[in-house]
């Protein structure tokens, strides 16, 4: 099986006469819009020609922007992506300028929903065409926004790609080699606790080389998101964000609330793991991710997605057919390598009707559920094929819905037939998850939080960043995690806090682990019988807002005892955990 992923099916190369063509096409199809917008025209008819420009052009952009963003995902120091990304990001403010004025043109209009009524190519658009009329509230002054994007493009987005760079070249000194940052962090997974450690200890000596960039890269992009935040007429960047993401800061209140009510069940487990691994005052940063018990598995990428393919084979058939032609197909690049970004993401082509997902490998069951995560995604995206182009985007929180979902169905079907050991590993191992969805999530939540609040006044320094992430680590996770080995540096690490125009990419996850374990719930209460209802969420998510999704399988987001109800079955893995544990630990 072929452990890269297949770019070809977007172009053959950089110097590709069709990539040449797409890139002049979305230059001429920017002034076309402006000119439609300027044309005299029946009001219906020309609203429905600015939807359909604006989908060509959507898919265009697409297509050009994902084959340079996946090869640098994996090539860092690839020139040819880079500057041809560089000349497609100079194209996308015009583009962007275009859909501004389309916006501001949607939100003049006194009669948008007779139009609407009356055309079914509006109708199909129907939800999209409202939202645009709330969002021309919140536009840029459009004298200054053309200049405004232009600057962002050596400001914010110079940054971020800065920032990608550092970290795609990033190496780490570990016993003699130089390994590449992914694979050190891997290296938490391993059944030998003196390599966790000394992969955590290479790890944080080597971020001193790249601390004082990033330390900038992540000024200068939350302080542009400042600037166009107060441009926009909102009153923080969060509010921004959440309206962005079709949800209200009553449903993210509620969630935080359960959340911290839940810190010290999760603190619990924690010291149990800790007491386990032989610490006596909380669990060292290193050994969050220690694999425990006498069952310690790890996974050749066959024997994996053997796996995957028996636990939603009987579960979800065509989804399981769908997965193989994944792996068939080489939409996945699997192992970590010199040059290639850390983590794990899915990006969708709505246009082909594909996906490219980029995990990095190294065998752990983490790993596997890594898969079956990033699978989710691309699950999702089958399932908005079917949505116009403009509506196939579920916003942030609702975008984890199938990953955390696939997760769970994983876990749950492996624990069916694991001996005792093997269970406790398991359960151990989604403990590991929902303490990071939850617990470290809040953790960057906060983190983000006071990035924002110091970024109005100056730009942070290292030491600034170092401290308000070991603050947000200790608000979050309080006597569970030992005082003297932290991770200051954390911010460093996580791309999310990097990505320009789109921030707060830390509570969807927990919203994520949350929502999931309700759809969870209904699908193991009526079995093979909701998964029409389960495809039909996913398929509704670019189209409505959040609180309307969730209610639509009679989920209130807006509740607090909802978010109370998902993390019960947290805490009773927690107790499972902790009495199995203190067994183990009197043997």
């Known amino acids: 099986m072929e452990s890269t992923w297949d770019l070809s099916v977007f172009y053959q190369s950089f110097s590709d006469p069709a990539l040449l063509a797409d890139i002049q096409a979305i230059k001429a199809m920017t002034a076309e819009g402006n000119a439609l917008l300027a044309a005299e025209l029946p009001l219906q008819e020309k609203l429905e020609r600015i939807i359909a420009h604006l989908e060509a052009l959507s898919n265009k952009l697409s297509r050009a922007f994902l084959y340079c963003q996946l090869t640098l995902a994996v090539e860092a120091e690839n020139r040819e992506a880079f500057r041809t990304l560089e000349e497609l990001s100079a194209l996308s403010v015009d583009a962007q300028v275009l859909r501004s004025a389309c916006t501001r043109f949607i939100g003049e209009l006194d009669d948008l929903e007779s139009l609407i009524a009356g055309s079914a190519k509006l109708t199909a658009n129907a939800f999209i065409l409202r939202e645009a009329r709330q969002e021309a509230k919140h536009m840029l002054p459009e004298s200054m926004e053309k200049w405004m994007l232009r600057m962002s493009l050596s400001g914010g987005d110079s940054f971020q790609k800065l920032r990608d760079q550092l970290m795609g070249t990033l190496t780490v000194d570990f016993q003699g080699n130089s390994l590449p940052l992914p694979a050190i962090r891997g290296k938490a997974f391993d059944p030998d606790a003196a390599v966790r450690k000394a992969a955590y200890e290479a790890e944080l000596a080597a971020y001193p080389k790249v601390a004082l960039p990033m330390a900038f890269c992540l000024g200068g992009i939350k302080g542009e998101a400042l600037t166009l935040c107060e441009a926009r007429n909102y009153p923080d960047v969060l509010t921004q964000q959440l309206a962005e993401s079709r949800m209200d800061h009553e449903t993210l209140d509620a969630m935080l609330t359960a959340i911290r009510e839940a810190l010290p069940d999760f603190r619990r487990y924690l010291k149990a793991k800790a007491t386990l691994l032989g610490h006596a005052d909380g669990l060292?940063?290193?050994?969050?991710?220690?694999?425990?018990?006498?069952?310690?598995?790890?996974?050749?990428?066959?024997?994996?997605?053997?796996?995957?393919?028996?636990?939603?084979?009987?579960?979800?058939?065509?989804?399981?057919?769908?997965?193989?032609?994944?792996?068939?197909?080489?939409?996945?690049?699997?192992?970590?390598?010199?040059?290639?970004?850390?983590?794990?993401?899915?990006?969708?082509?709505?246009?082909?009707?594909?996906?490219?997902?980029?995990?990095?490998?190294?065998?752990?069951?983490?790993?596997?559920?890594?898969?079956?995560?990033?699978?989710?995604?691309?699950?999702?995206?089958?399932?908005?094929?079917?949505?116009?182009?403009?509506?196939?985007?579920?916003?942030?929180?609702?975008?984890?819905?199938?990953?955390?979902?696939?997760?769970?169905?994983?876990?749950?079907?492996?624990?069916?037939?694991?001996?005792?050991?093997?269970?406790?590993?398991?359960?151990?191992?989604?403990?590991?998850?929902?303490?990071?969805?939850?617990?470290?999530?809040?953790?960057?939540?906060?983190?983000?939080?006071?990035?924002?609040?110091?970024?109005?006044?100056?730009?942070?320094?290292?030491?600034?960043?170092?401290?308000?992430?070991?603050?947000?680590?200790?608000?979050?996770?309080?006597?569970?995690?030992?005082?003297?080995?932290?991770?200051?540096?954390?911010?460093?690490?996580?791309?999310?806090?990097?990505?320009?125009?789109?921030?707060?990419?830390?509570?969807?996850?927990?919203?994520?682990?949350?929502?999931?374990?309700?759809?969870?719930?209904?699908?193991?209460?009526?079995?093979?019988?909701?998964?029409?209802?389960?495809?039909?969420?996913?398929?509704?998510?670019?189209?409505?807002?959040?609180?309307?999704?969730?209610?639509?399988?009679?989920?209130?987001?807006?509740?607090?005892?909802?978010?109370?109800?998902?993390?019960?079955?947290?805490?009773?893995?927690?107790?499972?955990?902790?009495?199995?544990?203190?067994?183990?630990?009197?043997?």
Request: proline content about 4%.
């Open 284 to 587: 060292p940063f290193y050994d969050l991710f220690a694999p425990v018990g006498d069952d310690v598995q790890t996974y050749t990428i066959e024997e994996a997605r053997a796996l995957i393919a028996d636990a939603f084979g009987k579960a979800h058939p065509a989804m399981a057919a769908f997965m193989d032609q994944a792996f068939e197909n080489r939409w996945i690049d699997l192992y970590p390598r010199e040059g290639k970004e850390g983590g794990a993401f899915c990006s969708e082509n709505h246009e082909l009707g594909i996906s490219r997902i980029m995990t990095n490998f190294v065998g752990s069951y983490g790993d596997v559920s890594t898969l079956a995560h990033e699978l989710g995604h691309a699950w999702h995206a089958r399932c908005l094929e079917s949505a116009p182009i403009l509506m196939a985007q579920p916003p942030m929180p609702l975008a984890e819905t199938a990953s955390t979902f696939n997760e769970t169905l994983l876990a749950q079907t492996v624990l069916e037939t694991a001996n005792p050991q093997r269970a406790f590993s398991m359960l151990e191992s989604s403990l590991v998850e929902a303490t990071q969805c939850c617990v470290d999530i809040l953790s960057r939540y906060l983190f983000e939080s006071a990035v924002f609040e110091a970024r109005k006044t100056h730009t942070p320094t290292v030491e600034e960043l170092r401290q308000m992430m070991l603050a947000a680590q200790d608000e979050a996770y309080g006597d569970g995690l030992a005082a003297d080995t932290r991770h200051a540096d954390m911010w460093i690490n996580k791309g999310h806090y990097y990505t320009v125009g789109l921030h707060f990419y830390n509570f969807p996850y927990a919203f994520g682990l949350l929502f999931g374990l309700g759809v969870f719930q209904r699908y193991r209460k009526e079995g093979k019988a909701f998964l029409p209802q389960y495809d039909a969420l996913l398929a509704r998510c670019g189209s409505d807002t959040v609180a309307n999704v969730a209610a639509s399988i009679g989920i209130d987001v807006r509740s607090v005892d909802y978010w109370r109800s998902a993390l019960d079955v947290v805490r009773g893995e927690i107790d499972e955990f902790v009495t199995l544990a203190q067994k183990q630990a009197a043997r």
